[in-house]
Every structure is written in structure tokens, then in C-alpha cells.
């Protein structure tokens, strides 16, 4: 096996230190010396780990992606004159039974010592900090949406069936309703009429939601939970300001990517943020999609194909697209939703919409490597495709529901 690197180092961090093993190679059959020592995870602990690898003439470190725990030493050791890789811990499994932090670290230097690891994506710092503050937004949006679910409960708790007539009981008609519910009125006629614009034609319905037992005690717990509805809306504003200003050098590719059939601007932050604005780190469109999680997966043995199902793939990004898709499908006239059509006929709407999912960050790769703008290919796309196929399928099925029919073609205007 070729040796790559003679002087290579392998860490198995945890939360408190990390185990660091060297490995040096000798010349000829000798047996490579390790050496395993322990260091904090404590920013000085760490550069002077950085100053030993230097000592040590180390050319290559890899550790594993243990949860957050891999980045003060990544972060702090990228910086030096070695090679820094970031592993996907289910890539370097040990052998079973043979499992301890020492015997980790000399494993991963072994496997880095020969080249039998690659690694994982870690943008730039600028893209690192436009990711935290996308993830952050996403988790407060989940938040925010939790509680309202929360008071959905309540008013379910006091007999008040808002929700079932009202889409959103945290909109302008909803709160005005729960704020004079709160403030002591309780006349369902009179909180009806607080309705706004398209809900004003449910009123009678409302009238009849809206009598139940609503009480002092639902009262309170109801301004608790408005409150932190609005500290949640407050918070996604402040985030919304923030990634406006840290995403000004990839507007570029923002701009590109709202160009595309249910990509809105807060997908196409996401979607930046997890895969960076620049795509020369995925050598085609379809490394992309595979490590999105977007291709099918490869499964087989003795010849038989076990499953395809995709593999785990980022869940920030995967919600991202997911929320593109869907709209996507639901757009007129447009290639994604005929694909979405023509898929889900055939194979169902789960596997349509991961198709979308597929199709749009192949688009991305192809627009941000080459500056275009989308071009869409139109909703009659497969039809243009294959006019004889697509005129045979509707004879066929007319003729299933019992027409007999007749083609004569339009006379053309001369």
C-alpha cells in the first residue's frame, strides 16, 4: 500500500481533551512508530498542540466529526502548515471489539497515512457565519411555530374552535379576536365582527367557534403565549437584518438562484449557506446532488439490488429544497411542475418531489458555475418531447372511458 504521508496525525476528540497519536514511517518493511499523547480542548491547549504537530514535521491531520466538539481544533489547526481533514466518522470505522479513543486516533492516522480518507465540507469563514445565522432563523421559526401550536391547544382546552375556521390564528383577524378574548370580552358576536377582509364571509361560523369557556386562567396563559410569539417574530427580523448584511458577497448567486420556479429568497439564503456560493468544490452537478442526500442510494450484493433509498443528507438544506419542491410543483406552466406530475403519476408524490429536489440543485450547479440565469424548458416540455406518445396516451385514455375519437388536423393560416 502507497504511503502518502510518513508523518501523519490522527485525533479523537471528545469534549474535554483529545487523543493526539503521531505516526512516523521509517524507511524499508520497519514498523511505523506511534506516539499517543492527550491535550485539553481549551483554546491554549490546543495552539500548543498546533505547535507540537509543527515540532513533530506532521503534513497531514485527520479528525473525526464528533457534534460540535471537532471545531476549536479544526478552526485553530487549519491555520498551520499541515493538511487538516474533517471525517465522516461512519467512513473510518475501527474494527469491532477493538474500540478505545487511543486505539481511534491511531487508526485514523494509519488510514490518513495512506490516503484512505477524504474530507468533509467545511466552507470558508464567511460562509460559516451566514450558516449560523440561517440555522439560527430556521430554529426560531420552528420555535415560534411550536408555540403557536401551543395556543392552538389552549383555545382547544377552552371550548374556543378558532383554528377550524380561521387558517391562522396568529394573523390580523385571529389576534385581534384573542386580544379582546384576553382583555375580558366574551360575546362571540362581537369578537366575530373583529374579523378582517376574506374571513368577514365566515362570520356566521365564527360566531359559533368562538362561544366556549374561555375563562381568566385561559387569559393568561394566552398573553404568555402571544408574547412569545412576538419575541420569536422579533428575533426572525433582528436574523433577517443580519444574514442581509452578511450575504452581500454572494448576492450574485442569490440572485441566480430566485430565478428558479419555488426558490424565494429565504430558501436561496439556506441553500448558500449550507452548500457555499462556490461549486468548484463539487467537481459536477451530481456530486452536489449525492451529497445532498438527493440521488438514489447504491445498495447491491451477489448482483441484487437491496435498496436505493437516498442517504441521510444535511437537514437544513434537505428542509430548504423540500420547501422549493413542493412549491415548485404547485407552480403553472412551468418544467419542474409537469416533472413533478409526470413522476408522481408513475411513482407517487414522495419520490416526485425528492426528484425536484434533485432537478433544482442540479439547475444551481449549472447556473452559479456558469452566471446564467434559469431558462426554463416550459410546462409542455414533455409534451414538445414526444408529441406521438403524448397524443397516443390521451386517445387511450378516452377510449377507456368509452369515446370514440377522431383526430383531423387544424387547418394552418396561410
Same mark, same amino acid.
Given at each position: 500500500?502507497?504511503?502518502?504521508?510518513?508523518?501523519?496525525?490522527?485525533?479523537?476528540?471528545?469534549?474535554?481533551?483529545?487523543?493526539?497519536?503521531?505516526?512516523?514511517?521509517?524507511?524499508?518493511?520497519?514498523?511505523?512508530?506511534?506516539?499517543?499523547?492527550?491535550?485539553?480542548? +481549551?483554546?491554549?491547549?490546543?495552539?500548543?498542540?498546533?505547535?507540537?504537530?509543527?515540532?513533530?514535521?506532521?503534513?497531514?491531520?485527520?479528525?473525526?466529526?464528533?457534534?460540535?466538539?471537532?471545531?476549536?481544533?479544526?478552526?485553530?489547526?487549519?491555520?498551520?502548515?499541515?493538511?487538516?481533514?474533517?471525517?465522516?466518522?461512519?467512513?473510518?470505522?475501527?474494527?469491532?471489539?477493538?474500540?478505545?479513543?487511543?486505539?481511534?486516533?491511531?487508526?485514523?492516522?494509519?488510514?490518513?497515512?495512506?490516503?484512505?480518507?477524504?474530507?468533509?465540507?467545511?466552507?470558508?469563514?464567511?460562509?460559516?457565519?451566514?450558516?449560523?445565522? *440561517?440555522?439560527?432563523?430556521?430554529?426560531?421559526?420552528?420555535?415560534?411555530?411550536?408555540?403557536?401550536?401551543?395556543?392552538?391547544?389552549?383555545?382547544?382546552?377552552?371550548?374556543?374552535?378558532?383554528?377550524?375556521?380561521?387558517?391562522?390564528?396568529?394573523?390580523?383577524?385571529?389576534?385581534?379576536?384573542?386580544?379582546?378574548?384576553?382583555?375580558?370580552?366574551?360575546?362571540?358576536?362581537?369578537?366575530?365582527?373583529?374579523?378582517?377582509?376574506?374571513?368577514?364571509?365566515? %362570520?356566521?361560523?365564527?360566531?359559533?367557534?368562538?362561544?366556549?369557556?374561555?375563562?381568566?386562567?385561559?387569559?393568561?396563559?394566552?398573553?404568555?403565549?402571544?408574547?412569545?410569539?412576538?419575541?420569536?417574530?422579533?428575533?426572525?427580523?433582528?436574523?433577517?437584518?443580519?444574514?442581509?448584511?452578511?450575504?452581500?458577497?454572494?448576492?450574485?448567486?442569490?440572485?441566480?438562484?430566485?430565478?428558479?420556479?419555488?426558490?424565494?429568497?429565504?430558501?436561496?439564503?439556506?441553500?448558500?449557506?449550507?452548500?457555499?456560493?462556490?461549486?468548484?468544490?463539487?467537481?459536477?452537478?451530481?456530486?452536489?446532488?449525492?451529497?445532498?442526500?438527493?440521488?438514489?442510494?447504491?445498495?447491491?450484493?451477489?448482483?441484487?439490488?437491496?435498496? *436505493?433509498?437516498?442517504?441521510?443528507?444535511?437537514?437544513?438544506?434537505?428542509?430548504?429544497?423540500? %420547501?422549493?419542491?413542493?412549491?415548485?410543483?404547485?407552480?403553472?406552466?412551468?418544467?419542474?411542475?409537469?416533472?413533478?406530475?409526470?413522476?408522481?403519476?408513475?411513482?407517487?408524490?414522495?419520490?416526485?418531489?425528492?426528484?425536484?429536489?434533485?432537478?433544482?440543485?442540479?439547475?444551481?450547479?449549472?447556473?452559479?458555475?456558469?452566471?446564467?440565469?434559469?431558462?426554463?424548458?416550459?410546462?409542455?416540455?414533455?409534451?414538445?418531447?414526444?408529441?406521438?406518445?403524448?397524443?397516443?396516451?390521451?386517445?387511450?385514455?378516452?377510449?377507456?372511458?368509452?369515446?370514440? +375519437?377522431?383526430?383531423?388536423?387544424?387547418?394552418?393560416?396561410?
Amino acid at each position: 500500500m502507497d504511503l502518502l504521508h510518513p508523518r501523519s496525525a490522527g485525533l479523537d476528540v471528545s469534549k474535554r481533551d483529545a487523543k493526539v497519536c503521531v505516526r512516523v514511517a521509517s524507511g524499508g518493511r520497519a514498523a511505523a512508530r506511534s506516539t499517543v499523547t492527550t491535550w485539553g480542548s +481549551v483554546t491554549n491547549q490546543v495552539l500548543a498542540l498546533r505547535e507540537h504537530l509543527i515540532t513533530e514535521a506532521v503534513t497531514l491531520v485527520v479528525m473525526e466529526a464528533t457534534g460540535d466538539y471537532w471545531k476549536p481544533f479544526y478552526y485553530l489547526l487549519e491555520d498551520g502548515p499541515f493538511e487538516v481533514l474533517l471525517v465522516n466518522a461512519r467512513h473510518v470505522k475501527n474494527l469491532p471489539g477493538r474500540k478505545s479513543d487511543v486505539s481511534d486516533a491511531a487508526w485514523l492516522a494509519q488510514l490518513g497515512a495512506h490516503g484512505l480518507v477524504r474530507g468533509s465540507f467545511v466552507p470558508p469563514e464567511p460562509i460559516r457565519q451566514l450558516r449560523d445565522l *440561517t440555522r439560527t432563523r430556521t430554529t426560531v421559526v420552528r420555535q415560534r411555530a411550536k408555540e403557536i401550536q401551543r395556543l392552538e391547544k389552549l383555545l382547544e382546552d377552552a371550548g374556543i374552535k378558532l383554528s377550524s375556521v380561521a387558517s391562522d390564528i396568529s394573523g390580523v383577524s385571529g389576534r385581534a379576536m384573542l386580544e379582546a378574548l384576553i382583555s375580558g370580552q366574551r360575546d362571540p358576536v362581537v369578537l366575530a365582527e373583529l374579523a378582517k377582509r376574506r374571513l368577514r364571509s365566515k %362570520i356566521p361560523a365564527l360566531t359559533e367557534a368562538l362561544t366556549g369557556r374561555f375563562g381568566e386562567h385561559h387569559g393568561f396563559l394566552a398573553r404568555l403565549h402571544l408574547d412569545l410569539i412576538d419575541e420569536h417574530t422579533r428575533v426572525v427580523e433582528e436574523l433577517t437584518a443580519r444574514i442581509e448584511v452578511v450575504i452581500e458577497p454572494f448576492r450574485g448567486a442569490r440572485d441566480l438562484m430566485i430565478t428558479i420556479p419555488g426558490i424565494s429568497v429565504l430558501v436561496a439564503d439556506v441553500i448558500i449557506a449550507e452548500t457555499g456560493a462556490d461549486m468548484s468544490r463539487f467537481p459536477t452537478a451530481g456530486h452536489l446532488a449525492s451529497w445532498a442526500g438527493t440521488c438514489p442510494g447504491s445498495n447491491e450484493s451477489a448482483g441484487r439490488v437491496k435498496s *436505493t433509498k437516498t442517504r441521510p443528507g444535511n437537514p437544513y438544506l434537505k428542509g430548504a429544497l423540500g %420547501i422549493a419542491a413542493l412549491s415548485a410543483a404547485r407552480s403553472h406552466d412551468t418544467y419542474l411542475a409537469a416533472k413533478y406530475r409526470r413522476i408522481a403519476s408513475r411513482r407517487g408524490p414522495v419520490k416526485a418531489i425528492v426528484a425536484l429536489e434533485h432537478a433544482i440543485l442540479i439547475a444551481i450547479w449549472n447556473m452559479i458555475t456558469n452566471g446564467v440565469f434559469y431558462d426554463d424548458l416550459g410546462g409542455d416540455f414533455y409534451t414538445r418531447l414526444n408529441p406521438d406518445k403524448t397524443k397516443q396516451r390521451a386517445l387511450n385514455q378516452l377510449r377507456q372511458m368509452g369515446y370514440q +375519437v377522431t383526430l383531423n388536423p387544424l387547418a394552418v393560416a396561410g
